[in-house]
């Protein structure tokens, strides 16, 4: 089956500073690619997705990049706030399987 | 808020006892899909319902079932509770088996 490792498991910025958080996956018949941003207490949300005919996704200061021959993908966030604290998580998958999803990176950004 | 409803929101339990957790997925989604959530763990599948079939099966223990009703709505019990069982259980839906939205979820105590 899939398996998705992401790194780093937390990671501590300035506000104003960038966060990447990067995913590898294993199944190279993964095509679809989304980001979750979980804040205490509340379920995951989705945040971003790419999918696999795709390299890059932008939406306002949120970017994931896909390689797809390297089987990884990273999210890339810019100009962090205070709100931007939480659990991100990543996850791999096709139409046919479920969504396998990384252990989670905890983003503590400092004000 | 993503659509998705689930109660209760939270249950304590006692060892060896059965609890059913509901799902209400958002209007035209005919996926839903079973996650358990552990402290400070990623997302395991447990199990996908589609248009009220299962469709596939994750880590999900036999002591759990699940199903999914002809309004859609999802039941996920859980017998013959361990402490260990003590976790976030969240269900998602999808209008495509891609994109997945997350209730906010239901912590189970079991004590």
């Known amino acids: 089956g899939e398996n998705v490792e992401q790194h780093p498991s937390t990671l501590s910025v300035q506000e104003g500073d960038s966060a990447v958080i990067k995913c590898t996956y294993s199944?190279?018949?993964?095509?679809?690619f989304p980001w979750y941003k979980q804040e205490l207490g509340k379920g995951p949300q989705l945040i971003i997705d790419?999918?696999?005919?795709?390299g890059e996704k932008k939406d306002q200061r949120i970017a994931v990049t896909l390689n797809k021959t390297a089987k990884h993908f990273s999210l890339h966030i810019t100009e962090t706030q205070p709100e931007d604290s939480a659990v991100y998580f990543c996850a791999a998958g096709t139409g046919r399987r479920a969504l396998t999803f990384g252990s989670g990176t905890r983003l503590q950004v400092q004000p | 808020d993503s659509g998705v409803t689930q109660t209760p929101k939270h249950l304590i339990t006692a060892t060896g006892q059965r609890v059913t957790l509901r799902c209400s997925p958002r209007s035209g989604d005919l996926s839903v899909y079973w996650y358990q959530q552990s402290l400070d763990q990623g997302l395991q599948f447990l199990i996908h319902y589609y248009n009220g079939e299962e469709r596939a099966k994750g880590n999900i223990l036999e002591r759990f079932s699940a199903q999914q009703f002809p309004d859609l709505h999802s039941e996920l019990n859980l017998s013959s509770l361990e402490l260990g069982d003590s976790a976030l259980y969240f269900c998602a839906s999808s209008p495509t088996d891609t994109e997945a939205f997350f209730g906010q979820g239901t912590r189970l105590t079991v004590v």
């Open positions: 790419i999918r696999s005919n795709v």
């Open positions: 199944d190279s018949a993964s095509n679809y």
